[in-house]
């Protein structure tokens, strides 16, 4: 009798089409996840690093001006922050005593960027989520498949017909399915938390924007030494704004 042979290659080539295609699908599947997971690791890397020059930039700048100069050739959703502050600041200048009405536009604004920035540093975690979920049941589908198919077997041939390895081959799909399913779910909330920590450097990145925003507000409002007043739109740098 030829030995009969147990090893996962073995079982897949010898397994029905139905539970070979179940399988090649979970393997594609955890394939997928852990490319997600380099390439968004990668991702996210470089925004927390940009996001951290970001800060320090807007953390040294005294006005909203210096902000955009500073965050121009760095680009990325600090210039944009910076540039939505800046393009309402100007089309605010017909009503410059609505102070508190323009934070509030502005703000509005900023939240919004906030928003669509962690939509997309979240874009393509969907999947993982989708193959975490879905994976064990379509591991089970194709064991309930094998199982079927092996006892359909018995009843076709003599009583002593050998079902172990087609038993096995069944079980086999519900194992790449749990390994297609837990890495999935760990790399999830792995990349969820790494997003979770890149939006909370967004949302000071606003607070910082908010905050050269209230600052040239104050200047608005306060005379200088020759009487005049300074107005919203100027192009000024902290001394100019201080009165020099």
């Known amino acids: 009798m030829t030995p009969i042979s147990f090893s996962p290659w073995d079982m897949f080539l010898n397994a029905g089409s139905v539970v070979r295609g179940v399988m090649v699908l979970l393997a594609v599947a955890s394939l997928l996840s852990w490319t997600i997971l380099i390439a968004k690791s990668v991702e996210l890397v ?6 951290s020059r970001a800060e320090r930039v807007l953390g040294e700048a005294n006005t909203l001006n210096l902000g955009e100069e500073w965050t121009r050739d760095r680009g990325g959703i600090a210039h944009r922050l910076v540039m939505a502050a800046e ?7 017909d009503i410059p005593d609505d102070r508190e009405g323009l934070k509030e536009r502005i703000v509005l604004h900023l939240e919004r960027l906030e928003a669509a920035e962690g939509r997309r540093l979240m874009r393509g975690t969907g999947l993982l989520a989708t193959i975490g ?10 064991t309930v498949w094998g199982i079927m198919t092996s006892f359909t077997g018995i009843a076709a041939t003599s009583p002593s017909a050998v079902v172990a390895p087609g038993i096995a081959e069944a079980l086999l799909a519900t194992a790449l399915g749990l390994v297609a399913a837990i890495p999935a779910v760990v790399i999830y909330n792995h990349l969820a938390r790494q997003s979770a920590a890149c939006r909370a450097q967004v949302a000071d990145l606003t607070s910082l924007v908010m905050r050269l925003v209230s600052r040239d507000l104050g200047r608005m409002q306060a005379p200088t030494t020759s009487g005049q007043i300074v107005r919203l739109g100027t192009t000024r740098d902290a001394r100019t704004a201080g009165g020099e």
């Open 46 to 51: 470089r925004v927390r690093l940009a996001l």
């Open 87 to 93: 393009a309402e600041r100007e089309q605010s200048q």
């Open 133 to 142: 979920a879905t994976s064990p049941f379509v591991g089970l589908f194709g």
